[in-house]
């Protein structure tokens, strides 16, 4: 109610619209409130940041613990004769016991997620999309939901899936099995492939509309298909929603396309392909596991979705710093040629980003700012970008 009280007295101080000399008194209280207001945008672009910002500390991300996961990706070439959804389904979980195998030998830990190609369940089989396509119910869930729920693993099932009896709802999606084996979530590939100027995509599927992420008990995951690669506003969008793995089902292995979606928006991303390689990314671009032995191959490793980018500054030491206080407490992958590495904790109770603190180092999105607003000071605004 005083809100509105004094809304009301600054009404009545007005000066009423219909007196000439009143009409001048209103533009000049209008062009005040607005040189006002472009005097404080350019004030507050070019002033010199608080010793906080300056620090970072007002952009450091909550503490988080270790989320220490495992992963594994599949390299498949599905070009032989298909041998019956029931066969396939019992060849891929065959791959999926081999990852949850290998997790055991090489980390003493189960299998978190898994990843499969595109079309992993149909690949290979001729025909329109209709002629290819299966229902979720059946062998698909009944065999790989088996091998989810025997691995106590979220997995990644690629298909052409026919949404209703009728088939007349086709699409290539990504279902996501919780670690139960049920379905925990669908995408379906937003940007298909034109058939051959037929006027179809992918020989009758129906395009996705939009890029869901999936909150799993580790984190956030987001998914994409083969020729979403060469989009930009499914990439973008599960960086805005939170992404911090992105399975990317694929038949094209394309790795550079990889590394710079990973770079550009921090997150990491683990491919699934039919041929050439199969490789996982982390957010600062860099391939830290990848299989190029064929015609199938496997990856396994261990990531931590609890990390800190790092770019170059005297008090890091490239990376040695971490070294220095935390021994066998921190880890990381530091990359003199970049200038900067990524940085996680190996102790549950020390969160990585408390490390950065203590070590009194600046975050890039900090320094960046930083200096731009400096840069702006100096300049007299910001650069112009005609």
């Known amino acids: 109610m005083g809100a509105a009280v004094a809304r009301r007295n600054q009404e009545s101080e007005l000066p009423d619209k219909?007196?000439?000399m009143k009409r001048i008194r209103l533009a000049v209280l209008i062009l005040g409130s607005l040189l006002a207001l472009a005097l404080h945008t350019i004030v507050t672009s070019t002033a010199a940041p608080s010793p906080a910002t300056a620090a970072g500390k007002d952009t450091m991300p909550q503490d988080s613990p270790p989320r220490?996961?495992?992963?594994?990706?599949?390299?498949?070439?599905?070009?032989?004769?298909?041998?019956?959804?029931?066969?396939?389904?019992?060849?891929?979980a065959a791959f999926i016991d081999d990852m949850a195998k290998q997790a055991q030998e090489k980390y003493?830990?189960?299998?978190?997620?898994?990843?499969?190609?595109?079309?992993?369940?149909?690949?290979?089989?001729?025909?329109?999309?209709?002629?290819?396509?299966?229902p979720l119910e059946g062998p698909v869930l009944d065999i790989l939901g088996a091998a989810a729920r025997r691995h106590k693993t979220y997995l990644i099932v690629p298909m052409i899936w026919a949404e209703d009896a009728a088939k007349t709802k086709l699409y290539n999606i990504q279902a996501l099995l919780d670690r139960q084996g049920k379905?925990?979530?669908?995408?379906?590939?937003?940007?298909?492939?034109?058939?051959?100027?037929?006027?179809?995509?992918?020989?009758?599927?129906?395009?996705?509309?939009?890029?869901?992420?999936?909150?799993?008990?580790?984190?956030?995951?987001?998914?994409?298909?083969?020729?979403?690669?060469?989009?930009?506003?499914g990439w973008e969008t599960l960086a805005r929603k939170g992404a911090e793995l992105v399975i990317w089902s694929t038949a094209?292995?394309?790795?550079?396309?990889?590394?710079?979606?990973?770079?550009?928006?921090?997150?990491?991303?683990?491919?699934?392909?039919?041929r050439n390689n199969v490789s996982l990314v982390d957010p600062t671009g860099t391939v830290i596991a990848q299989n190029k032995a064929g015609p199938a191959g496997l990856i396994v490793e261990q990531i931590d979705l609890?990390?800190?980018?790092?770019?170059?500054?005297?008090?890091?030491?490239?990376?040695?710093?971490?070294?220095a206080k935390y021994g066998k407490k921190a880890g990381f992958r530091y990359s003199e040629a970049e200038d900067g590495g990524i940085f996680w904790s190996n102790d549950p109770a020390i969160?990585?980003?408390?490390?950065?603190?203590?070590?009194?180092?600046?975050?890039?999105?900090?320094?960046?700012?930083?200096?731009?607003?400096?840069?702006?000071?100096?300049?007299?605004?910001?650069?112009?970008?005609?």
Request: glycine share 10%; charged share 20%; proline share 7%.
């Open 183 to 233: 379905l925990a979530g669908i995408y379906r590939k937003v940007h298909l492939v034109d058939s051959t100027d037929s006027g179809q995509l992918e020989s009758g599927c129906l395009p996705g509309k939009d890029f869901p992420v999936f909150q799993c008990d580790f984190g956030k995951v987001g998914l994409q298909i083969c020729f979403d690669m060469w989009y930009d506003d």
């Open 351 to 386: 969160p990585v980003m408390r490390m950065v603190r203590e070590l009194g180092l600046e975050l890039p999105a900090a320094s960046t700012e930083r200096n731009r607003l400096l840069q702006n000071k100096v300049r007299g605004g910001p650069p112009s970008l005609d």
């Open 68 to 92: 220490k996961i495992v992963v594994g990706s599949l390299m498949y070439p599905m070009y032989h004769d298909y041998p019956g959804v029931e066969k396939r389904c019992q060849e891929l």
């Open 306 to 323: 609890s990390y800190a980018l790092l770019a170059w500054q005297p008090k890091l030491d490239n990376g040695h710093a971490f070294t």
């Open 18 to 20: 219909d007196s000439p």
């Open 108 to 134: 003493r830990t189960g299998l978190d997620i898994a990843a499969l190609p595109e079309n992993a369940v149909n690949g290979g089989m001729a025909g329109s999309a209709r002629d290819k396509s299966n």
């Open 252 to 274: 094209s292995p394309q790795i550079l396309g990889a590394q710079c979606r990973a770079h550009r928006h921090h997150y990491y991303l683990l491919s699934s392909t039919w």
